[in-house]
């Protein structure tokens, strides 16, 4: 049954997604959200909603930097009014006050977006809409405002509680899987036999968050080699002549690909979520898996090497780990927190590092920007909270006896 | 594909609904709320919403008075530090100052709200939670700022464009099907087989409103006879000896019984789209049906037709559908809306008063409400618009001819 | 997907279930049989079957009879032809000589069974003409070749590669769930209550096999308690008012009910393969799950021993048990196999005799039967083929050492 | 929930694809065999058949025609056990001579396949078996006689009540799409992208039946392309610059490709009932349709016109046109059928010749088999039964009157 009300909503969706005809009454997009505002009612809430979004989407960049100056200028909020009710409800707490001062203290582009997504399939579009403005803002920083609505409000509909996993598989529906090819963001997938080789073998699997409002658009995903040991080698992950082995033989699950999807979801975050759930899914349908870690790239050591001058191109692969070890370990930003991007999305989870390998990616992007190591981060269900404890509040790195000795060597040898 | 995320969510939802384990740190549901509020990341915060959700749930309602207590008194607004973050948002309008603002105009409870709901099967809890306050509040009205802030949240999480239109059948889980039982709040459904005649022949149909977060409860449903003629009187529609039509040689859609099921959501409405996407759904699947009326009770008849001393016992049918007529075309609020509850729904709906039946409802209920007279609300596509607007603007009531002139022909003969 | 492909068959065996209009020819059903069985092609066949199973349901006892009778008389082989192309085939064995003996060595109303089952729908139609055919056929043996026939094509396509299992819940469609009601065989349901007693909890389960041609019809199911410690009674395990333990507490799973639903299919066996598949998908699921047992009656216990005039009202449990256990390990019929039957089902599954049980089933029934006794089969998956090897060859009943001692001591103290 | 059960089985048949064990007992194929057909019980059949089916799959073409060479010799029938058992039943027609007459007139390899099919998965295999069979029977005609057993059972097991058709669309799983590129027969589908452009736009469908115990494995499908106006050429049908119209713009749906996908289902007809239940459905669906033809290859034209000396390499469109018609409505085959395979197919079904184009495939295939002409066959609901009674009795096509003039034409000029 749910399965048929998911049809129905995609069905419905699709039906509804162009206005049946045009609005004929010659109104501005601005005229038609104001009316959209003013709406009493639902009745042609819907419709209205309805045209402006294909209003919108016709519009070129000059125009929607039109839109949201209108947003931001427009359906911003009345200072004058929430000092008012401010007022009023200081004086007199009562429901009537406070509702008055809740309507006054927030922008009416805030109503005017959930007026909007009552149109069954606008949520994806207001996505879209945001990633505009995320683009467009570069140039017109007074638009920033808007964009804080719009992520307070995204923010709010996109809440964990209302995401669903789901596995990526080669039975997943081809509109879905040709996404997966072109949302891959760290590790190129060339053509449909390439993911075929990701997503198909038992010891390969995917896990992607949806939204039931965006049911054919992923929001995040990631992919897991089920392994034998701890890989070391991406090239290795994704050979084409590996033996593929059986999914009880294994004993880790190896996270080596995480992609954000939406770029209009930018700032909403969905990979700790995302890593934890899969961990606990595999535990229980797998219970011979013992060890989840990750293999990443250390996208800013080359950069940092270059700039500390500590970069030695000859070194031998144990010199490699023991740099890349000490990068990892120690390279800050100025406010404390890790040089390296990805070391501070996984520490943050609470993640601990747990190994490093030289010759790990070879691939040319692997080489320029590690000179081809890589690192696990491993996810220990038991150290995380502690893990991230410390992180949070000390910015303490916690790491494998191992990582921490190759970086007190790259120190003695003064990497 | 969509059906395994559904059960996927299901079982998450059940897996994760009770903490594996208590928080044994000894603190109170308001520590629990602060650190939740205080957490920095994800990774304890699942954890913790867990555990308030847990703690609240084992509340008696004294400890539940306190906890809202707790939500109005501290995670309540700052009016100063509103006070200060707006003048700099005045003074600069930057992102950094809007974003001071923002913070600053929003009730802490909203954020907890939302970081309580990041738990798989939240949603339902904290609409339970809402129905909890609605009951406490009638002898605490100090709580009705909290209550706001509730349904501001649910209203944007309960967007018409995340519901999706279940069809309830007989194949329809039982599960679902019992609550279609509880929840029927017009025409009593006594047992499980008054339930399949109204769900399983091809001319009955029934349809509810769903939020994917809530998948085994229905919002509200709507239970519809397909017929050859537009029904008189609901004893009909609901008779064992009925013959049953078959679907595709009905020509009208009688909406005989709506319900809401969820009181935590009261006064987020979902009717009027609900008897809408009904219509278009229909006419599509059947293009046969050309008329879509309600077989409505007219709940505040007897009790108008007392206070104005209008109430004439042994009148005939022809007069007893004159007064009802009469009362529903000029029997008004000190507003000046319609005094019939269901007539203001259906009015505002855009729908219009088609006919008024004498001895349609002939239960106890229906025969003391209204002297078991019934009211068929039309919704005519092409007319809805034009006659909201009428309503809405000028609360005009929008009336068939025949109607028309019972009313009349009752204030001739003065009834 | 294939929950869409699901829907679509039964919404199409919805639809072609009725002809869509009468054949108005005139014909008999016999000469719309020969017509079938003569149609060169599919084009009138679908139309022609249609007609046959309308015009064959709307048959009183006498016309069925009659139709039985032309299935016997007129479809039936022709010796004569037999003889031919076997003698043909002999002198050259060719394929065309072998299409023609296999063509007059199978009795034509095999073919016709064939092409009634082209119709969606159809073949839960034939199985219901079995169940006629097997009611008739007890005052009409001469019928008795026609039900051959039917059996041996109702086994080919309810083969066990075709059969689905399902886990029937309190989220199965109430129109399965009815049926669930209606064929319980061994502990009757008495309303939906009763019925989600045994559906819903985490610690009981139920399964069914389906056919894919008949997707609202269960074949057999079989009820689950999932418990702690072996159950040894019945009442116990169906009582309102035991504990409900965890799914995952479980170490043992008690079949306490299995019920052939289709008259149609008797004679044809799923009870084996169900219940090794259910031990199979439970182990998998609940790894903590390590006993497999039955609670099953003895149904020719008091029978038996009223035969065999070892009745003795007022013995101790004790006693009753030895007597149930000597009954099970030594009563036989005249072939040797047991003379218990559920023992003869068990026992030729490879189950063993593990424990009996006195005051087990106190209702009128099972005291009717055993004096209240039950007994569990045990279902070892290490043991299961050589017990039934040595019970197939020797007709050997595995014991637990406790129940073989019980019959001893019974036939010590001459029970 | 039918959604769940066909994953189940699907995930159930993955599960014991592969038996978990080798059999260790050193007995060949053949004793295997035999084992099977002896085992009393399902008990350890299950596990047989699957060490059967797995020793099958390990032979190498030797060892296949050495297992089909023992099928023919030693599991065939015994023609003495036949005319005793024949006797019998004549000499006294009970239940049980009939039984013994059934049982010795059946090859014991039709038993063993359905023993073999208890196996979930099993039905797949068997299918690849027989085209394993159909490629060795050509030099080993004494086969054939196992192929006629082979296509009897599965004939039985696919018949058109147990299929369920299904749309193929770009959001079915890839790896039936993988399939529907790699069995498209007629225009080639090159990649993935091309596979889109047919499935996708919502005035292009394809349909195709499933078995369901091979649920990822179309058996057959068609490729339909909504149009304005019947369609003249196919690659304006297939081109990437057309236009895309809406489905409900659409007045006829032209199919211009069918498949068969499995060779081991050779002689098993399904065309018919796909085309025919394609025109139910999309009736129902888009009432706006009212043509319903194909856009067919002549694939005979070419070679005839080489045998009969009429080919003409330079006429224009016109003359082009003449001589399909001429052809399609004069050349025969010596038992009196049309010449042209797609012809037979067609008009077999009840369609009729509806219009001939030229230059109407100018790949290199069509301009080779037909100059470059195909053929519009229309399925007219009306008349489908009697064009199929005509040409079943006496051979008359069917033809428009265009056609049927073209055709004079041609004659006229002795094309």
């Known amino acids: 049954m749910s399965r048929l009300s998911d049809l129905m909503s995609t069905v419905f969706a699709r039906r509804y997604s162009r206005a049946t005809e045009p609005d004929r009454t010659g109104r501005s997009i601005e005229e038609l959200c104001e009316a959209l505002l003013g709406s009493s009612g639902e009745v042609s809430g819907m419709i209205l909603a309805r045209h402006i979004l294909d209003r919108y ?38 429901k009537a006050t406070y509702r008055a001062f809740l309507g006054a203290s927030e922008a009416r582009r805030q109503e005017l977006a959930r007026r909007l997504n009552q149109v069954p399939g606008a949520t994806g579009q207001l996505v879209e809409m945001r990633k505009d403005l995320l683009r467009l803002m570069r140039d017109a920083p007074e638009l920033a405002v808007v964009d804080l609505d719009f992520r307070h409000l995204l923010a709010s509909w996109f809440n964990r509680g209302f995401l669903v996993l789901r596995p990526i598989s080669w039975e997943s529906p081809a509109e879905i899987l040709e996404k997966i090819i072109a949302y891959e963001a760290v590790h190129e997938i060339g053509n449909w036999q390439e993911l075929r080789r990701r997503v198909q073998p038992e ?110 191109p ?59 190591a890589m690192v696990n981060y491993l996810y220990d269900l038991s150290l995380i909270t502690q893990n991230h404890e410390r992180y949070a509040s000390k910015q303490t790195i916690a790491a494998s006896p191992e990582v921490t000795a190759l970086a007190r060597a790259a120190q003695k040898t003064a990497v």
Request: proline share 5%.
């Open 314 to 372: 000859d070194n031998s692969p144990e010199q490699q780990c023991q740099r890349a070890a000490h990068y990892l370990l120690t390279a800050k930003r100025g406010d404390g927190a890790p040089y390296d991007p990805v070391a501070r999305f996984h520490l943050g989870n609470g993640a601990l590092v747990h190994a490093v390998h030289a010759e790990a990616d070879v691939s040319a992007n692997g080489l320029a920007q590690s000179g081809g």
């Open 57 to 94: 989407a016709a519009l070129d960049d000059n125009g929607k930097r039109g839109f949201f100056g209108f947003l931001t200028a427009q359906l911003g909020i009345d200072a004058e009014a929430v000092r008012t009710t401010l007022a009023a409800f200081e004086a007199t707490p009562t």
């Open 203 to 312: 010891d390969r699997r995917c896990f992607a968050f949806f939204h039931p409002s965006m049911p054919s658009e992923p929001l995040i995903f990631v992919e897991v080699a089920l392994t034998r040991g701890v890989a070391s080698s991406v090239q290795n992950v994704l050979s084409e002549k590996r033996d593929i082995i059986r999914a009880d033989d294994a004993d880790t699950a190896v996270f080596y690909s995480i992609s954000n999807c939406q770029e209009g979801l930018a700032g909403i975050s969905f990979g700790n979520s995302l890593i934890k759930q899969v961990v606990a899914d595999l535990s229980r349908e797998l219970p011979g898996l013992k060890t989840f870690v990750t293999l990443s790239p250390i996208p800013g050591l080359t950069r940092w090497a270059s700039e500390t001058g500590s970069d030695l």
